[in-house]
């Protein structure tokens, strides 16, 4: 039974390969997994921006799950107004690198802010219904 080994491993290769091409047209794939409980996901993209103007949640507990496409650093907050709501604070390095917290919000209009100094046009509108 020795010799089905090979096989089965070409098989598994052949299948990530598959999945890794279903993420768009991006050239690299990412090296994280948006875990599937996620009520909001944000991805950081070049150069300096948050992937949507827009996002929505669910009200009461979100797990909250940032990712990295572009090739600086990033600190996601939720802001209401100028002000930060909560303590989630989900922090990115490289490309590639993830974040994930949980933060409990009331309907409302929230921003999804980055508080690394320039980057203020990160900053989203996040509507929690
Ligand atoms: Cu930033």
Request: hydrophobic share 40%; aromatic share 6%; proline share 4%.
């Amino acid at each position: 039974m020795r010799f089905l080994r090979p096989i089965t491993a070409t098989v598994f290769a052949a299948s990530l390969l598959t999945l890794s091409s279903c993420g768009g047209s991006s050239s690299s794939s990412p090296d994280y997994t948006i875990p599937a409980d996620a009520g909001l996901v944000v991805k950081a993209v070049p150069s300096i921006r948050w992937d949507a103007n827009e996002y929505t949640a669910a009200a009461g507990d979100i797990k909250v799950f940032l990712a990295n496409d572009d090739s600086v650093k990033h600190i996601l907050v939720i802001r209401q107004g100028d002000k930060v709501v909560g303590d989630l604070e989900l922090t990115v390095t490289k490309r590639g690198t993830f974040d994930e917290g949980t933060i409990n919000l009331e309907a409302g209009e929230y921003s999804v802010y980055c508080i690394i100094p320039g980057h203020s046009n990160m900053n989203s509108k996040l509507t929690v219904s």
